[in-house]
T-cell receptor, first 111, second 111 residues
C-alpha cells in the first residue's frame, strides 16, 4: 500500500526516458539476485533475476547489471512508461531460499 | 491462474485476540514464506517452510507461529497479537532457488 512508499528514496523520470535504479548488496557470498516491482496495494512482482556467474541480463525493456567487485546491482528500464511507476526492490539470496530485501526505491514517471 | 491467495486482506482487531492469516498457493511449490513489510525496513522474513512439516524461523519470528500440514497451505498464527505486530504481511511461494511469487498482502491493525 501507499505507506510502504514513505521514507523511500525516489527517482523521478520523464515518460520515455531511461531509468536506472541502484542497489548495494551486503553478502559477497550471495549467488542469486532478483528485482521486484511493487505497485500500490499489491504484492511484489518478479521482474528479472541474475546469477552470480553473469554480469548482465536483459529482459523486455529491462536490464540488470551485476558488479560483484563493489557488490552493486542495477536495474535499467528503457523508455519508461507511466505503468512503470512503483516501488522497486532488489533481493539477494544469502543461502538456499533465504532472500534479503533492500528497502526499495520509488520510481515516479511524469508526462 | 497461478497465484498465492491470502485471507483476510484487511483486519482490525484488538490486543490479545488470537488470529490466523491463511495463505494458499496452487503452483505445487515446495517453498513458502511469510514476510512483514514496514516503512523504512523493507520486507523481513518471519517464518519459512522448505516442504510439508518443515518450518524454520526467519529474521523476526517472535510472536508468530506457522504450520505446514499440506503443501498448498501455510497459515500464519498470532496467538496473542500486540500493537507492534501492526503491519503489512505477505506470503510467498516458489520452487527451490527460484523467484518467489507473492500474494497481494494482508494489512493487520492491532489496537
Amino acid at each position: 500500500g501507499e505507506s510502504v512508499g514513505l521514507h523511500l528514496p525516489t527517482l523521478s523520470v520523464q515518460e520515455g526516458d531511461n531509468s536506472i535504479i541502484n542497489c548495494a548488496y551486503s553478502n559477497s557470498a550471495s549467488d542469486y539476485f532478483i528485482w521486484y516491482k511493487q505497485e500500490s496495494g499489491k504484492g511484489p512482482q518478479f521482474i528479472i533475476d541474475i546469477r552470480s556467474n553473469m554480469d548482465k541480463r536483459q529482459g523486455q525493456r529491462v536490464t540488470v547489471l551485476l558488479n560483484k567487485t563493489v557488490k552493486h546491482l542495477s536495474l535499467q528500464i528503457a523508455a519508461t512508461q507511466p505503468g512503470d511507476s512503483a516501488v522497486y526492490f532488489c533481493a539477494e539470496n544469502w543461502s538456499t531460499d533465504k532472500l534479503i530485501f533492500g528497502t526499495g526505491t520509488r520510481l515516479q514517471v511524469f508526462p | 491462474e497461478a497465484q498465492v491467495t491470502q485471507n483476510p486482506r484487511y483486519l482490525i482487531t484488538v490486543t490479545g485476540k488470537k488470529l490466523t492469516v491463511t495463505c494458499s498457493q496452487n503452483m505445487n511449490h515446495e517453498y513458502m514464506s511469510w514476510y512483514r513489510q514496514d516503512p523504512g525496513l523493507g520486507l523481513r522474513q518471519i517464518y519459512y517452510s522448505m516442504n510439508v512439516e518443515v518450518t524454520d524461523k526467519g529474521d523476526v519470528p517472535e510472536g508468530y507461529k506457522v504450520s505446514r500440514k499440506e503443501k498448498r497451505n501455510f497459515p500464519l498464527i498470532l496467538e496473542s497479537p500486540s500493537p507492534n505486530q501492526t503491519s503489512l504481511y505477505f506470503c510467498a511461494s516458489s520452487y527451490s532457488n527460484q523467484p518467489q511469487h507473492f500474494g497481494d498482502g494482508t494489512r493487520l491493525s492491532i489496537l
